[in-house]
């Protein structure tokens, strides 16, 4: 039984090939069921996002599941590929089209139908890790460590959702069991973890983003502000998209085509402002947004004066995202204007993604920690059979043996026969102290089959239902 | 019993002091957000501060608000007790950056003086007393808040004007949340001065049958309670209040402070002033 991810990511492939291998709720849920009723996985979840699409599992098939993962196969992947465009190369951890583990073959041939391609041509932009890498590769996206933009949050909710839906899954075998339920709890628990000490995910690391931080360091929440945005275009879009999504009370559009500000500023639960009326919509704004394809200033020093003479009682935001810039600089000299143009946002970026970047350190540390407790518990269900076969032999074993000395005792008072008994579990569980603590590490260092063998030879479990019979069977 | 309340109290003046640490620690570090044993810290050292004001209630039999040490020590646990109530505004626990060493020497110089009571004979005690001295230190507190507010929100606006995006802006919360605790802290201190003041007057003419214009403390009570209508005043209406409120709340605060030390300075011996 080993763990295996199979997948793709943006680092393996461009947005034009990863499109093609998305796996929509309900494809995802026949994937999974496909995977383990045909015995290919024992267990699966698959993870589909703009930014990658992976089946986590635990292959049907015997591996001790703890070769390292990550190796790369030294093949290049800059060829093409029918009908998909030339890709940059896959990671280390590239498949092996020729992989012969049952579970990668089987997502092999579900990533080359959903792409309608052949699984050696799909291969070129897929890559597994196996074992303990499968595990770190886990602990790395949930954390956001292999996002495309670091320290996102949405990526936990994502694993959040892939691991729930796979486990409500109405199927026969289930599709999620005790290895990959434990391996998710643990990947999310570690996800909040990092979240919580480290500040990987603080600061807006994109220019809207940068935007509404500024906006929340002078206003706090927005809920209940009121947002005037120039421009309809592209940048004026997602202005608003990121004021509606934090709750601005009132939008109003300004734009000189005043059609396509109705049509926007409706879209968002806003209202259209005719261009030639700037000065009262600007009166009564809390935030504005410039984005503007004009070549000159719109709003000017003149124009604001004219629109609010004493200057503005509140603090007023100005966010000008246009190039050339829609506001005069002059405009920010006046008490209460906070002015910002993209220059400005872009500065707010960076520096979040130097922190970010900075926390990385720590973010790894902690990975490591909860990849190495999962790998202790992953690893000691190997050896938990053999133990506990092994304590029931033994305690077999005393238990004939005070018997046989008892009836040689019969002299002995049942208190004193109480204490001969207690007296021998506790010998018998001294012996056995070490011999278990010492199977336990050696799981927990990956050298557990090998004490396992030894374990047998030396106590003679021959009966023993543990790895050894497992790999025999297979 | 007496060395039960300098412990406490040196207790309390300690986790002051490790709370404060954190916040410098986080100002100072990468990280911008407070740690959780922040929080925890404060909590713990208003409670042991307490119980120590509590140790001295019962060693002396009187209320710990008689007296420049027990006074100190008093107003530093009201001081406190706001920036708790303050901290859960998450974002403006940060505020204890300013709070926390005001409050820690407060309490050190109570402790160097030594929290005793004064000895001195008041012509009467009672609950009226204690309800108008204590309703006095509220008030103070809650200028000694608002003066931090103030103090950080004009901090905040000129790194927000100046385009200055490091380790206070981070740091400190928005201006509108300053504004909130600021505006708060002044209305409930305002509110406590006003009513301390109006018992105080209402005991002085029923005891001593006058206005008691020329008592230092009187003089103080009236000082700080004019301060504090020209704050609000400078908070009301126009451009620019909330900043204009801030920088008032800053002065009001430091011309109190100063009016205490002159009026101390020059009171009559043997006069009881705090």
Known sequence: ?474 | MMGMVAILHGLALTLYVIAAGVLVRTLAGARPRVPQRGPAVLAAAVLVHGAGLAAYAAEHGELPLVGLAPSLSVSALLIAAFLFAVAFFREARTLGLVLLPLVALLLAVGLALGIRPSGEALAFRGPWLYLHVLLAFTGYAGLAVAFAAGLVYLLQFRELKEKHFGRVFRFFPSLDTLDVVGRRALAIGFTALTLALGLGWAWTIRFRHSFAIGDPEVMWGILTWLTFMGVIAARAGGPARSRRGALASVVGFVVVVLAYVVLRLTAAKGMAFL
């Open chain 1, 1 to 474: 039984m080993s763990l295996i991810v199979v997948g793709l990511s943006h680092h393996s492939a461009p947005v034009g090939v990863r499109e093609r291998f998305v796996f929509d709720r309900e494809s995802a849920a026949d994937a999974l069921r496909a995977l383990t009723a045909s015995g290919a996985a024992s267990e699966a979840v698959v993870l589909s996002t703009c930014n990658r699409t992976e089946f986590y599992l635990v292959d049907g098939a015997r591996g001790d599941g703890r070769e390292p993962g990550g190796e790369t196969n030294g093949k290049s992947a800059t060829r093409a590929v029918d009908g998909l465009p030339s890709g940059p190369g896959r990671p280390g951890g590239a498949v092996d089209p020729s992989d012969p583990a049952p579970a990668v073959q089987a997502v092999l041939r579900l990533f080359a139908d959903r792409a309608g391609t052949s699984v050696e041509q799909a291969s070129t932009y897929i890559y597994s890790h196996k074992g303990r890498g499968a595990v770190q590769h886990l602990f790395r996206v949930v954390t956001s460590l292999d996002s495309m933009i670091l320290g996102e949050a949405q990526i936990q909710g994502q694993v959040r959702s892939a691991y729930q839906d796979a486990a409500a899954l109405e199927a026969e075998p289930r599709v999620v069991g005790p290895v990959l339920s434990r391996l998710f709890q643990d990947a999310l628990a570690v996800g909040g973890r990092v979240r919580s000490e480290t500040t990987l995910g603080a600061g807006a690391a994109s220019v809207p983003a940068a935007a509404v931080e500024l906006a929340r360091k002078i206003f706090g929440p927005l809920r209940g502000r009121r947002a005037l945005v120039l421009g309809a275009g592209e940048m004026s879009e997602l202005a608003l998209e990121c004021l509606a999504a934090e709750g601005v009370r009132s939008i109003v559009v300004a734009n000189r085509t005043e059609a396509r500000a109705r049509e926007l500023a409706g879209r968002f639960g806003g209202t259209a402002a005719r261009f030639d009326a700037l000065g009262t919509s600007l009166a009564e704004a809390d935030i504005v947004v410039t984005a503007t394809a004009a070549p000159h200033p719109v709003i000017t020093r003149e124009l604001f004066a004219r629109a609010l003479p004493r200057g503005p009682k509140r603090p007023l935001l100005v966010v000008d995202i246009a190039i050339p810039r829609d506001v005069e600089p002059a405009v920010g000299e006046v008490d209460n204007v906070f002015l910002y143009d993209i220059d400005d946002l872009r500065q707010i970026v960076d520096d979040n993604l130097e922190r970010r970047r900075a926390e990385i350190p720590v973010a790894e540390r902690i990975v490591a920690e909860a990849i190495d407790e999962f790998w202790s518990w992953y690893a000691s269900r190997d050896v938990v059979p053999v133990i506990r076969e092994l304590r029931e032999a033994a305690e077999a074993l005393r238990r004939s043996e005070v018997e046989k000395a008892m009836r040689r005792l019969s002299h002995l008072t049942p208190d004193d026969q109480a204490l001969v008994d207690r007296l021998t579990k506790q010998i018998l569980n001294k012996i056995l102290h070490r011999p278990t603590v010492r199977l336990r590490e050696a799981a927990s260092r990956g050298t557990g089959e090998a004490v396992v063998h030894a374990a047998r030879y030396l106590f003679e479990l021959d009966t023993v239902r543990g790895a050894t019979e497992r790999e025999e069977g297979e």
